[in-house]
Antibody, heavy 120, light 106 residues
Framework: EVQLVESGGGLVQPGRSLRLSCAASGFKFDDPGMHWVRQVPGKGPEWVSGISWDSVNIGYAESVKGRFTVSRDNAKNSLYLQMNSLRPEDTALYYCVKQKQGGVGYFDYWGQGSLVTVSS | EIVMTQSPATLSASPGERATLSCRASQSVDTKLAWYQQKPGQAPRLLIYGASTRATGIPARFSGSGSGTEFTLTITSLQSEDFAVYYC????????FGQGTKVEVK
């Protein structure tokens, strides 16, 4: 059974940093691309960042480019999101998301999310 | 960035009725288009990929069509469990989602 478990969320002041982690199990982690998607309650999902299986291809939404850094450790079956210079508009539920294996781009499994609140 | 636009924002329908949801891309995404269903308190669930292929376990009443910039999700006979929010997503260039269509009980 595929499981994606996020951790590291919480309340943080504007301008500070936070690091999210995602522990993956139930599939061969070093195959699919992995992504972070965030969602403000009552709004649609927003893709934040994605990383290929080999960490060669990395992408970011314009809203987080230069502030967020995605990484993965295939030996530890883990995905990370380092979030710096946080803003109130970064407040959201952050999902760890698995891409379909084999280089296909749609998302087939989602975690339950980690809530990040940016407020003074 | 490829912008995805969904319409309508809200669709009111009765159980048993047909629902047609639309999604438009700001530039061609070929058939690299997925549909997701989301219910309150849950993560989105994959319904359709490749514009028209149902994901594992998705009932046949859900169908997708389209290519390029215009796409449609059709639910032929709404069941009580289908009242939810639906999002389209392109995966031609990185990823973007539409803003969603809420299917509510009339």
């Amino acid at each position: 059974e595929v499981q994606l478990v996020e951790s590291g969320g919480g309340l943080v002041q504007p301008g500070r940093s936070l690091r999210l982690s995602c522990a993956a199990s139930g599939f061969k982690f070093d195959d699919p691309g992995m992504h972070w998607v965030r969602q403000v309650p009552g709004k649609g999902p927003e893709w934040v960042s994605g990383i290929s299986w080999d960490s060669v291809n990395i992408g970011y939404a314009e809203s987080v480019k230069g502030r967020f850094t995605v990484s993965r450790d295939n030996a530890k079956n883990s995905l990370y999101l380092q979030m710096n210079s946080l803003r109130p508009e970064d407040t959201a539920l952050y999902y760890c998301v698995k891409q379909k294996q084999g280089g296909v781009g749609y998302f087939d499994y989602w975690g339950q999310g980690s809530l990040v609140t940016v407020s003074s | 960035e490829i912008v995805m636009t969904q319409s309508p924002a809200t669709l009111s329908a009765s159980p048993g009725e047909r629902a047609t949801l639309s999604c438009r891309a700001s530039q061609s995404v070929d058939t690299k288009l997925a549909w997701y269903q989301q219910k309150p308190g849950q993560a989105p669930r994959l319904l359709i990929y490749g514009a028209s292929t149902r994901a594992t376990g998705i009932p046949a009443r859900f169908s997708g069509s389209g290519s390029g910039t215009e796409f449609t999700l059709t639910i032929t006979s709404l069941q009580s469990e289908d009242f939810a929010v639906y999002y389209c997503q392109q995966y031609s260039y990185w990823r973007t989602f539409g803003q969603g269509t809420k299917v509510e009980v009339k």
